[in-house]
């Protein structure tokens, strides 16, 4: 279970009550964009929440190799429902307040610290996120892992909705408020929210349909080789972002006379051990393939 998803849900929701309040104390279309933002990404992290628990649930005999992609689907219906939504809402709210505007009331001492309150949650969120995923270098592994991802993003993009937020902020204070400025960026913080959920969705949809991982099938088919000293070819199924099947394919020409099909099965053993060990990923079952006419020893 991901920290970062519990530790983002709490710290979000603090952070829509104080976008709402500075809302609400100086109608910003801007900070009530923001807010709509904060919003959408509790409800996003929740759902994420939920598909954590339920692809935590023990195979059954319909779905023998586990619920694993529970997790993406439900992020997948989170990027594209409650993101998606709050995009539409951001939008519509900037595009009411340009047609209807009004002078406009600066931003309170108050309200630009709870910008900046903000700011700090969104940083420590992002910080948990990042260890959680293993920083730049796990960055480049970790397309299966949604659901870190999904916090990362979000939270990278909310921290730069508060750093536009806190600009017009400090141009209501220091040149006076601009009521079609702040309307506009209420746009754009609309159309931010509609590309993290393409990219989400994205990622997502990725990973729902059928995908190895290249680096786990290199790694397999050489420590096999050093093992048995058989050509063969491994193809991994990845269940979810730390469980995945193997499908080792032996090809005829190295195959040995009598194949000790027991040797084979301990080898199998030692390199769930070596992938674990290596890579953290769980083999959790490795099916072989073998030439027809092949035969194991005394046969």
Request: glycine share 8%; charged share 15%; proline share 3%.
């Amino acid at each position: 279970m991901s920290n970062s998803v519990s530790i983002s849900i709490a710290t979000n929701s603090i952070i829509t009550v104080s976008k709402l309040f500075g809302f609400l104390t100086t109608g910003s279309p801007t900070l009530f964009a923001e807010t709509i933002h904060s919003a959408t990404d509790v409800a996003n992290q929740i759902l994420l929440k939920i598909g954590e628990v339920k692809a935590r649930r023990k195979s059954t005999a319909l779905h023998p190799f586990g619920f694993g992609k529970e997790r993406y689907f439900w992020a997948l219906v989170s990027s594209i429902s409650i993101l998606f939504l709050g995009c539409g809402v951001s939008i519509r709210h900037g595009i009411e307040a340009m047609q209807h505007q009004d002078s406009g009331t600066p931003f309170s001492n108050l309200a630009i610290g709870l910008l900046i309150f903000a700011g700090l949650l969104e940083m420590y969120t992002f910080r948990v996120a990042w260890r959680e995923l293993g920083g730049k270098e796990g960055l480049k592994t970790a397309r299966t892992n949604t659901t870190v991802l999904a916090v990362l993003l979000e939270d990278s993009v909310a921290l730069l909705g508060i750093l536009i937020t806190l600009f017009v902020a400090f141009w209501s204070r220091l040149v006076g408020p601009a009521p079609m400025m702040d309307a506009i960026i209420s746009i754009l913080i609309g159309l931010l929210l509609g590309v993290m959920a393409i990219v989400l969705a994205k990622l997502n949809k990725e990973v729902l349909i059928d995908v190895t991982d290249l680096a786990i099938d290199a790694e397999i088919e050489r420590a096999i080789r050093e093992r048995a000293g058989i050509d063969l070819k491994v193809v991994s199924s990845l269940m979810d972002s730390e469980h995945c099947l193997l499908f080792v394919h032996v090809a005829p020409a190295t195959l040995p006379p009598n194949v000790d099909f027991i040797r084979l099965t301990a080898i199998a053993e030692e390199i769930k051990a070596h992938i674990f060990s290596a890579m953290g990923k769980r083999v959790d079952h490795v099916y072989w393939q073998f030439p027809s006419d092949s035969q194991p020893i005394g046969a």
